[in-house]
């Protein structure tokens, strides 16, 4: 999530609108500042590490030792359930005036710690939420986070796992880790410095 100090002028509203429309193979606008999108990952910087040869013959044990068609032999032999590279998200501002304000409200409903950190009460917000939860959806939503602040601004607000305190704790662009350790807040640089670490994961 991104928290806002101050609502979101028309103009970086328009910067954000085309953002998503320039990074997305699909996009639905559902009121404005909202967004349905499917955005490839590679243009996120994520890179794509399948081998050349992803969509090679496997074997098929229910086939292995069946007198069968060639045919139908070789219709099994590609993975039809490979990753798709292009993943969906729901990107949306919310807050008074703009939408969503019973989301906005209850994300931030008693965080004195978080905004004692932040040196500002939020007025708005900014949800990146991935709609899938494999492996390259945590690197792809980071950075397209990341992206999106650096036309709107904000401070980004993460949860974060055990163990993981000691990892974001000297990486560059921490403002401060609140909420007993379990939140962490920092800049578009920071996401991009903790997608580099092994393991990286957010909480879904």
Known sequence: MIDL????????LREFRELMVGLSSHFEEKRPGYFDVNVPAERLGVEDRR??????????????????????????????????????FLV?????????????EAEHADE??????LGFRPTHAINVSACC???IDHPATA?????????????AKAELLDGQRSV???????LGI?????????????????????????VK
């Open 92 to 104: 949306y501002l919310m807050g008074p005036g703009v939408g969503d304000e019973d989301i906005f």
């Open 133 to 135: 939860n494999r492996g």
């Open 112 to 117: 004195p710690e978080v905004e004692t950190v």
């Open 168 to 174: 974001v704790a000297g990486l560059p662009g921490v």
């Open 5 to 12: 100090a101050e609502p979101v002028s028309p103009a970086a």
């Open 143 to 155: 950075l397209l986070t990341a992206a999106v602040m650096d036309v709107v601004g904000g401070v």
């Open 178 to 202: 609140a909420d007993e350790e379990r939140v962490v807040l920092g800049t578009a640089e920071f996401l991009r410095a903790w997608v580099g670490q092994p393991g990286f994961r957010l």
């Open 51 to 88: 081998e050349a040869d992803w969509r090679k013959p496997f074997s098929l044990p229910l086939l292995s030792n069946t007198s069968v068609d060639e045919e139908l032999r070789a219709l099994a032999g590609f993975n039809p359930q490979g990753v798709d590279w292009h993943r969906p």
